[in-house]
């Protein structure tokens, strides 16, 4: 059989054979001497992982999961993010912020163009089974989630053009703070404003609103702001986090781990080791008395200065008023900022 002009290698076997079934460190080793590719430090690949790219730089703490495939000319990822099993990202450009979450079997790909390009913000994450084709841009901004089994087309085509039939090529963009549950089909051409929520099972093409509920087939706004959302006062906001850190404590002594007070803070223990939870409600002063290793939860916004004295300390923070969290965190702001994350509240690393 003929062959096409421009090869069309959808599994990169070639470069699997090579690299993809060393083990982490020496697969980095490998891909920085030979591939020239810009490698932060604890970088995990998992066996069969692999990326492919012209020009690939990753920044600390990335994870490709268990053979995982990221495919294209420009490759960025940022800080703590990952790409779960047998994902596979293919594209021209790619560009991935940080604390971003790609699940399990993924598919990004499809036809490219030039101008092809996949643009994942920061604290974003795609559950399973989805499929995203960016033959024409498709960007994500920043806090955005994608639920399982959503479709995100930027072009659809088959039927011959020249008897009538549509043809169309359009970008996606999803703004910031967007949320797609389970099951939403993604037209080309679609604009999903920052804040907008979209029903599950909806499909949605055109523009819709920031701010606004849309849902349905063909999807439509049926909430927007003021009343939606509908911000609680700063009464019930303490309250809620009241709620969430019993819950918290609540969720980690199941699996083993005890909660003392020592006040004003209250000691985490699990295998043998501690670590200590300073919580600011709304009226309390940052805490100057802190050590390395300590994990402060603030429901008031820190100012520069505290938090340059919390640099200077390695002092973890997570700052619910300012919706920043320090840069590292040990186990235990790891973990509130995971459980954190389960009411949709995410925080932006400093730095």
Known sequence: MTQPLLPKARIPFRHLLLFGWLPSPIKIWAYRTFLGYKIGDRVKFSFGGVIVGESVEIA????IGLLAVVQGRRITIGRHSSIGTSSYVSCNVIE?????????????GGPQLPESRFSLGSRTIVLQMTYINPTKPVVIGDDT???????????????NILDGYPVTYEPVTLGNSVWLPWRVFVMP?????????????????????????????????????P?????????????????MIAEFDRFVTFDKVQITDAPPYRVYRRNGSDWRLLWLRAAQEPELGTVAGDTVLTEVALTESVRERY?????????LGGRTRSAAGSPLTEELALFLGRYGIRLARDG
Do not use: M, Y
Not at 96 to 108: C, H, L, S, T
Not at 311 to 319: G, K, M, P, Q, S
């Open 189 to 225: 051409g679609t604009i999903i404003g920052d804040g907008s929520v979209i029903g599950a099972d909806s499909l949605v093409a055109g523009n819709i609103p920031p701010g606004s509920l849309a849902v349905g087939s063909p999807a439509k706004v049926i909430r927007s702001a």
């Open 145 to 159: 989630g994608i639920g399982g089994h959503c479709l995100i087309f930027t072009h659809g085509s088959w039927l």
């Open 60 to 63: 600390d703490n990335v994870e």
């Open 311 to 319: 640099r200077a300390t390695r002092t973890h923070w997570l700052d």
């Open 96 to 108: 991935i912020g940080e604390d971003a979450k790609i699940r399990e079997q993924v598919f990004v």
């Open 227 to 243: 009343d939606f959302p509908r911000k609680p006062s700063d009464a019930r906001r303490q309250e809620i986090v009241a709620e």
